[in-house]
């Protein structure tokens, strides 16, 4: 692992075919051409192998191709491929619903909804908000991103390159303050900041929009594209106390951060604070199109007209079968506490890193969901978006997939596979090392 790998002529044939016939505004972290994937490993077309610490974006919190997962789905496959839940109904489907009502946090009755994808899982989150309150306005919070569809990217902060040129956005969509611990006044007490942020949250209410306006506010336990920022207890619990007291749904946004990644099955339950509504998606299948919404059943019920909600492919039973052994597979491999273990490991080494370069400014994680921060200087905290690009891309021709995030994409996430072994786990942190190396 670290030297430098091959690209052959076949791989060199199937870039320029993506070069001539794929858009251009497809992102490629990675321009190898993949052949097989297992666990936290992938191999190229070359026989090149690429420590996975991207997890297809938080796809593959159970790992490449579980053998759970792939008897699961081959099981499911003879059975049928896609009756079409709107047309005639199988057990799957069903049966998954149960078992997120199950697990999801709250003491009430719960129902759920199966559609694709992330962003499908918030619209319409925000479709049974609306339908539940009367209400139109959507509130989220600095830095979001909640997907590319329209509604979705109006609820996204980022600018570029996730809404550059595509608008008008949906009307109606407001993005409040969000807490930034590292990027406090250094003569702020943790509590002070808290009290600051708090007065800045009412006073949007106060300048942007009216809480009787407001249908839901949706809220990134963690944010994931914005850099892996962590609020404090304190102030996701007020931001639940306003919505109880403004009659406003409070939705736990958890697709990048669900499914054992922090520590816990769903990232709120570190908040000890329950959402009305809860979306789901990425490792809920092993990389199936596949996500959901889960919450209070008298929300859902408020969406009373037939095909109101649905979709053609919604709830695949394929990802649904894969989806149902996801959840046997954490459970029985206790993925939860192998998360907090694998965060510790990467903030142990991240903290010797800190010590050796003055340019990383921050290290934070819940469980495994663990970010570094690149600064040009730890006295301004000036962002070093340049340092991460060469870094990331270092990593990623020397054999360790890996990912950048943050609004000014100045941090390094990780999001491997919780079943990656200690061994792989060493091998790709020794590869960040060399690329720390690299860029000083």
């Given amino acids: 692992m670290g030297k430098e790998l091959l690209e052959g002529?076949?791989?060199?044939?199937?870039?320029?075919?993506?070069?001539?016939?794929?858009?251009?505004?497809?992102?490629?972290?990675?321009?190898?051409?993949?052949?097989?994937a297992e666990g936290a490993l992938v191999t190229d077309i070359e026989g090149n192998q690429f420590i996975d610490f991207a997890g297809a974006i938080g796809v593959q919190?159970?790992?490449?191709?579980?053998?759970?997962?792939?008897?699961?789905?081959?099981?499911?496959?003879?059975?049928?491929?896609?009756?079409?839940?709107?047309v005639i109904m199988y057990p799957g489907y069903i049966e998954l619903c149960q078992r997120l009502c199950e697990i999801a946090p709250g003491d009430f009755a719960k129902k759920a909804i199966l559609l694709n994808s992330g962003a499908e899982a918030v619209e319409n989150a925000v479709k049974i908000a609306r339908a539940y309150t009367g209400r139109q306005a959507v509130v989220t919070f600095d830095r979001a991103f909640h997907g590319r569809?329209?509604?979705?990217?109006?609820?996204?902060?980022?600018?570029?390159?996730?809404?550059?040129?595509?608008?008008?956005?949906?009307?109606?969509?407001?993005?409040?303050?969000?807490?930034?611990?590292?990027?406090?006044?250094e003569e702020m007490s943790d509590e002070d900041y808290d009290d600051y942020i708090i007065d800045r949250f009412n006073y949007f209410f106060l300048?942007?929009?009216?809480?009787?306006?407001?249908?839901?506010?949706?809220?990134?336990?963690v944010q994931g594209e914005g850099g892996f920022?962590?609020?404090?207890?304190?102030?996701?619990?007020?931001?639940?106390?306003?919505?109880?007291?403004?009659?406003?749904?409070?939705?736990?946004?958890?697709?990048?951060?669900?499914?054992?990644?922090t520590g816990k099955?769903?990232?709120?339950?570190?908040?000890?604070?329950?959402?009305?509504?809860?979306?789901?998606?990425?490792?809920?299948?092993?990389?199936?199109?596949?996500?959901?919404?889960?919450?209070?059943a008298e929300l859902f019920d408020a969406c009373d007209l037939k095909g109101s909600l649905g979709g053609t492919y919604c709830g695949s039973p394929i990802a649904c079968a894969a989806a149902l052994a996801v959840l046997d597979?954490?459970?029985?491999?206790?993925?939860?506490?192998?998360?907090?273990?694998?965060?510790?490991?990467?903030?142990?080494?991240?903290?010797?890193?800190?010590?050796?370069?003055?340019f990383i400014g921050d290290i934070r994680r819940l469980g495994a969901m663990a970010a570094v921060e690149f600064v040009k200087d730890k006295g301004t905290k000036e962002p070093d978006k340049d340092r991460v690009k060469k870094l990331v891309a270092y990593c990623n021709q020397h054999g360790?997939?890996?990912?950048?995030?943050?609004?000014?994409?100045?941090?390094?996430?990780?999001?491997?596979?919780?079943?990656?072994?200690?061994?792989?786990?060493?091998?790709?942190?020794?590869?960040?090392?060399?690329?720390?190396?690299?860029?000083?």
Wanted: with cysteine.
């Fill in 9 to 36: 002529n076949l791989t060199k044939i199937w870039q320029d075919k993506r070069d001539q016939f794929v858009a251009a505004a497809v992102g490629n972290g990675n321009r190898h051409i993949a052949a097989k």
């Fill in 400 to 440: 360790l997939l890996l990912l950048d995030a943050g609004l000014k994409g100045n941090c390094i996430r990780f999001l491997s596979p919780l079943t990656i072994t200690e061994v792989q786990l060493a091998q790709g942190l020794a590869i960040i090392e060399e690329a720390l190396e690299f860029v000083k």
């Fill in 149 to 185: 569809t329209n509604l979705t990217m109006g609820m996204t902060s980022k600018v570029k390159p996730y809404k550059f040129g595509f608008g008008p956005f949906s009307p109606e969509t407001y993005q409040a303050p969000y807490p930034y611990p590292y990027r406090k006044p």
């Fill in 229 to 261: 920022i962590i609020p404090s207890k304190r102030f996701v619990t007020y931001v639940r106390d306003f919505c109880t007291e403004h009659g406003i749904l409070f939705i736990a946004d958890e697709i990048q951060a669900g499914f054992a990644r």
């Fill in 265 to 296: 099955m769903f990232a709120i339950e570190h908040f000890d604070v329950a959402p009305d509504l809860m979306t789901v998606s990425k490792s809920i299948a092993a990389g199936f199109p596949l996500s959901g919404v889960v919450g209070k």
């Fill in 61 to 86: 919190n159970v790992g490449h191709c579980h053998p759970k997962v792939i008897s699961a789905v081959k099981e499911a496959l003879e059975r049928f491929i896609h009756p079409g839940f709107n």
């Fill in 329 to 358: 597979i954490i459970k029985e491999e206790h993925l939860i506490e192998r998360a907090e273990k694998i965060g510790a490991i990467i903030e142990e080494r991240a903290k010797e890193w800190e010590k050796t370069y003055s």
């Fill in 207 to 221: 300048s942007s929009v009216a809480p009787e306006m407001v249908a839901c506010i949706v809220m990134e336990p």
